[in-house]
């Protein structure tokens, strides 16, 4: 039986760990390098590295910083942030990333996300949807990091980037992000359901029930968080261990 | 000779040659190189094939490069040095691929490369993520490797072997998938060693130390 994947998600700036990780054992806490062999050892399942500052400039950093993860991590690495191009693509492949994220370029021109799961499959595009609801029942697409809204209606475009055929919808609720209060069970679920690709639910965990509720409620296919795994209040391991307990199939090692 | 990771442009290679080099260093297998040249492949002393993306391109790509399909099968069938297929390279060793109109593989482990037809809306496509292995014959490439232990997959079409003596270890989602097939020198996975974390590891040290 496929497992629900556990996801630690890495916001990464001119190569290092923002808002910090603070694993004991960790010598240099700010190195995206060293966290994700923490969490390749504490069997994660994938790992997410989010660009938060990509810039051209920049780009150089996060090819040496994704390259120097991929010979160290044999577990799967999605990239993204600031993702406009096939050109951009293919280069984060080239440099170790399995999955590649497109958030901004996919709203302002979906074509660029078909001509990219053309070229490299659709196992290896990944919609990243930011979405913030509008009023009941309605959900609206937001780039540019959360700050610029676009009044185009979520579920529909979920629907939309599978037609383009992206292989995953990585879904932020910008309502839930950072609030600690769980998932937005409610865009998650209509995502989920609205789709046959596997939905990775996003933003406002805080606790182990948040990441049962993503599955059990919201129908997600994998759950990711950042905070509670970095900071160590939660290890892989506990995440996993409560996620069974609670009849959710995981791996478990 | 070093073990060749045959380069067709197919998607990244990196972790797959960082995860073979490791494993080499454990077996004192020595070099592994990753290369489009077909001289290398002709006389590799093992030879592997990753493969992502669709069937058809993956055909293409290899078919693009000159006198790369024939070093190829010198080495694999002529020479048989052991041989591992990954992900659409493993799907290549069938004789037929049905994704978006009809491609002819390897032909070198009868079968067809069909989309997968879950039963039950709940099962996602494509199958990405852990799943588990069931161990349907023992092969020395999957000592250690017990049925329950879990490898990483991702893709929309399946191996439909039609000699179920070559499919080594299934695993099911929405209905029986060939996780690994083999035939003599000849072994492919469905799941990316490279990415399976331990389970990976043992399978490519497994594969390193391999004398059919």
């Known amino acids: 039986m496929l497992k629900i994947r556990i996801i630690p998600c890495l916001d990464v700036k001119d190569g290092r760990v923002v808002k910090g990780v603070n694993f004991v054992d960790l010598v240099d806490a700010g190195d995206p390098v060293e966290a994700a062999k923490e969490y390749d050892r504490a069997g994660a399942d994938e790992l997410c590295f989010l660009d938060i500052n990509a810039t051209h400039e920049n780009r150089g950093i996060t090819y040496d910083l994704v390259r120097r993860t991929a010979e160290q991590c044999f577990m799967p690495l999605t990239v993204g942030g600031g993702v406009r191009s096939s050109g951009d693509v293919r280069a984060l492949l080239k440099a170790g990333a399995d999955k590649v994220s497109f958030n901004s370029a996919a709203v302002a021109n979906p074509e660029t996300v078909a001509e990219a799961a053309n070229l490299f499959g659709s196992q290896c595009i990944v919609a990243a949807i930011d979405a913030k609801a509008a009023r009941p029942g309605r959900w609206e697409i937001f780039t540019h990091g959360g700050r610029r809204s676009t009044g185009i209606e979520a579920v529909g475009f979920a629907k939309l980037m599978e037609k383009k055929g992206v292989g995953e919808i990585l879904l932020t609720s910008m309502d839930s992000d950072g609030t600690r209060n769980g998932f937005d069970l409610e865009l998650t679920r209509k995502v989920a359901d609205s789709v046959s690709i596997p939905v990775v639910a996003s933003g406002g965990v805080g606790n182990l029930d948040h990441l049962v509720e993503g599955v059990s409620k919201g129908g997600a296919s994998a759950v990711l968080a950042a905070s509670i795994f970095h900071f160590g209040e939660y290890s892989i391991r506990e995440a996993k261990d409560y996620m069974a307990l609670a009849g959710i199939p995981v791996r478990q090692q | ?212």
């Not at chain 2, 494993?23 to 297998?29: P, R, S």
């Not at chain 2, 993306?53 to 052991?82: K, M, Q, T, W, Y």
């Open chain 2, 1 to 212: 000779m070093p073990t060749v990771i045959v380069d067709y442009d197919s998607g990244n290679l990196h972790s797959a040659l960082k995860a073979f080099q490791r494993m080499a260093v454990e077996t004192g297998d020595g070099e592994v190189a990753v290369s489009s040249d077909p001289d290398s492949i002709a006389k590799a002393s093992r030879v592997v094939l990753p493969g992502v993306g669709a069937f058809g391109s993956c055909r293409e790509g290899l078919e693009n490069r000159d006198g790369l399909l024939e070093a190829l099968a010198h080495s694999v069938r002529i020479r048989g040095v052991p041989f591992l297929g990954i992900c659409v390279g493993m799907q290549l060793l069938a004789d037929m691929g049905r994704e978006h109109g009809d491609t002819p593989g390897f032909g070198w482990i009868p079968g067809e490369v069909v989309p997968i037809n879950p039963r039950g809306s709940r099962f996602k496509i494509p199958h990405m993520g852990w799943n588990e292995l069931a161990i349907e014959r023992t092969h020395p490439v999957f000592d250690g490797i017990i049925s329950g232990d879990h490898a990483f997959f991702v893709h929309s079409y399946r191996f439909d072997s039609k000699c179920p003596e070559s499919v080594l270890a299934s695993t099911f989602h929405g209905e029986a998938i060939a996780a690994a097939v083999g035939a003599g020198n000849i072994v492919g996975t469905q799941f990316h060693p490279e990415k399976s974390q331990h389970l990976g590891l043992r399978l490519i040290e497994n594969f390193l130390r391999w004398t059919p």
